[in-house]
């Protein structure tokens, strides 16, 4: 494993401690639905340093799980995927409802994005190995 690639391991692994700290507070939900896309984003970008792909200075987890996918498989559920993708957009306008399209995120719906986050860094560990 390179240290870019270790890099950017280290830098997810502070976004899932990030969101699982922030879950314990009700009112911090899309701050840590935010985390967790940053999570994803950067365990992707690790995938793709490891293949010495290009990594374009994108946020869109869907676009990068794609480049991904043409080099390695990773098994995930794209539909709680596209969730966490809505995070990073909404999180930029504070006029909008919240950060999913039902509004601000709940805690369940926080630990549901963690165990993605949690079981992609899984899967994520044993390409690197």
Same mark, same amino acid.
């Given at each position: 494993?390179?240290?870019?690639?270790?890099?950017?391991?280290? /830098?997810?692994?502070?976004?899932?401690?990030?969101?699982?700290?922030?879950?314990?507070?009700?009112?911090?939900?899309?701050?840590?639905? /935010?985390?967790?896309?940053?999570?994803? #984003?950067?365990?992707?970008?690790?995938? +793709?340093?490891?293949?010495?792909?290009?990594?374009?200075?994108?946020?869109?987890?869907?676009?990068?799980?794609?480049?991904?996918?043409?080099?390695?498989?990773?098994?995930?559920?794209?539909?709680?995927?596209?969730?966490?993708?809505?995070?990073?957009?909404?999180?930029?306008?504070?006029?909008?409802?919240? +950060?999913?399209?039902?509004?601000?995120?709940?805690? #369940?719906?926080?630990?549901?994005?963690?165990?993605?986050?949690?079981?992609?860094?899984?899967?994520?560990?044993?390409?690197?190995?």
């Amino acid at each position: 494993m390179t240290k870019q690639v270790k890099q950017w391991i280290d /830098f997810a692994q502070t976004d899932i401690a990030s969101a699982k700290k922030l879950n314990e507070d009700k009112s911090l939900t899309q701050t840590a639905a /935010f985390h967790c896309q940053q999570a994803v #984003e950067k365990m992707f970008k690790a995938v +793709l340093e490891y293949h010495q792909e290009h990594i374009k200075k994108i946020h869109n987890l869907e676009i990068l799980y794609k480049q991904c996918s043409e080099k390695q498989t990773i098994e995930i559920d794209e539909t709680t995927l596209k969730e966490i993708n809505e995070v990073y957009i909404d999180s930029r306008y504070p006029s909008d409802v919240g +950060l999913i399209p039902s509004g601000k995120p709940s805690t #369940e719906t926080i630990e549901k994005f963690i165990d993605f986050v949690e079981d992609l860094q899984e899967k994520i560990k044993k390409i690197f190995k």
